[in-house]
């Protein structure tokens, strides 16, 4: 969720909806983390110039506000999607399509509170998240297999089709995430 602050009242004047900064996308330092990506997508960004913006509750009317993405509602569950496929054409062309390989760092627990609008609502939850799944897709966007990574009791587990076995956190947390699960955790 974002809203669209005048700069002289302080008044919202717009409230949004968007998704996440894909991978690798706005200029984001190398290597990444999925902590950078979403403080890329809630960063104050300032909204200005001839056309751009017009607050209606102002004498005279600025053309000055700022612009920020906060979430308002944390799930029990969160997933978080890195979006690996990308179609580099004006025209919907599928067959210019990518895999984006771009390395995403991400940990064992995740707080979500540096992202999130301090609300009454928000304040007795906790915004702690622990990781307990992991999707990671191998192949291109031609061809590919997905594979899951699970923990359950504190172990790690592979799975793919018909095979399940133990695997060490470290090869989970170096893996190529597609998608990532977290679960909130006790306050």
């Known amino acids: 969720?974002?809203?669209?602050?005048?700069e002289v009242t302080g008044s919202v004047?717009?409230?949004?909806?968007?998704?996440?900064?894909?991978?690798?996308?706005?200029?984001?330092h190398k290597p990444l983390s999925v902590e950078a990506c979403l403080s890329?997508?809630?960063?104050?960004?300032?909204?200005g110039g001839a056309g751009v913006f017009r607050c209606e509750g102002c004498e005279g009317g600025s053309d000055t506000a700022s612009k920020?993405?906060?979430i308002t509602h944390l799930p029990l569950n969160l997933v978080i999607y890195l979006k690996r496929?990308?179609?580099?054409?004006?025209?919907?062309?599928?067959s210019r399509m990518q895999k984006n390989n771009t390395p995403v760092r991400f940990s064992d627990e995740l707080d979500m509170g540096p992202y999130c609008l301090d609300t009454p609502e928000m304040q007795p939850l906790s915004t702690v998240y622990s990781l307990y799944g992991v999707v990671e897709?191998?192949?291109s966007i031609y061809g590919g297999h997905y594979i899951a990574y699970i923990r359950l009791s504190n172990e790690w587990f592979y799975c793919s089709d018909a095979t399940v076995s133990r695997v060490d956190q470290h090869k989970v947390m170096s893996c190529q995430a597609y998608m990532l699960f977290y679960t909130r955790t006790v306050s």
């Open 68 to 70: 920020r993405y906060l």
């Open 137 to 139: 897709h191998i192949g």
């Open 40 to 47: 890329e997508f809630t960063h104050t960004e300032t909204l």
């Open 1 to 6: 969720v974002t809203d669209t602050v005048c």
């Open 85 to 94: 496929f990308q179609n580099n054409s004006r025209n919907n062309d599928f």
């Open 13 to 28: 004047c717009c409230v949004h909806l968007c998704e996440l900064p894909t991978v690798g996308e706005r200029g984001l």
